[in-house]
């Protein structure tokens, strides 16, 4: 059973910056596939990024943060990160982090799919 928790939401102004962690409790394989997702009140659960290593390299994100938000990957320190930049109001939401065993749900995108998820941050970004 990994554990995820997720650190760094806060407030910012649109256009600000800011950038989540997620610590695992269990080293992430190659084989693993890492998230995060996000979900807005009165909204449907959006996958935002998803990276995946095994054997190369795969990076989806969402059509909604592509050119802003990056994820990547610490093996050493077994966390996951989502540098956001160029925040929008649009981007308020819950921020979750999940990892799965495979690639599956990777490749769509479908991170609250994923079998291990965390407990959540939240992101508020003020216009």
């Known amino acids: 059973q990994v554990q995820l928790v997720e650190s760094g939401g806060g407030s910012v102004e649109a256009g600000g910056s800011l950038r989540l962690s997620c610590a695992a409790s269990?080293?992430?394989?190659?084989?693993?596939?890492v998230g995060w997702f996000r979900q807005a009140p009165g909204k449907e659960r959006e996958g935002v990024a998803a990276?995946?290593?095994?054997?190369?390299?795969?990076?989806f994100y969402a059509d909604s943060v592509k050119g802003r938000f990056a994820i990547s990957l610490d093996s050493a320190k077994n966390t996951i990160y989502l540098q956001m930049n160029s925040l929008k109001p649009e981007d308020t939401a819950m921020y979750y982090c999940?990892?799965?065993?495979?690639?599956?749900?990777?490749?769509?995108?479908?991170?609250?799919?994923?079998?291990?998820r965390g407990q959540g941050t939240q992101v508020t970004v003020s216009s």
């Open positions: 999940a990892v799965d065993e495979g690639a599956y749900d990777c490749y769509s995108g479908s991170v609250w799919e994923f079998r291990y």
């Open positions: 990276y995946y290593r095994d054997g190369g390299s795969y990076k």
């Open positions: 269990e080293y992430i394989a190659s084989s693993n596939c």
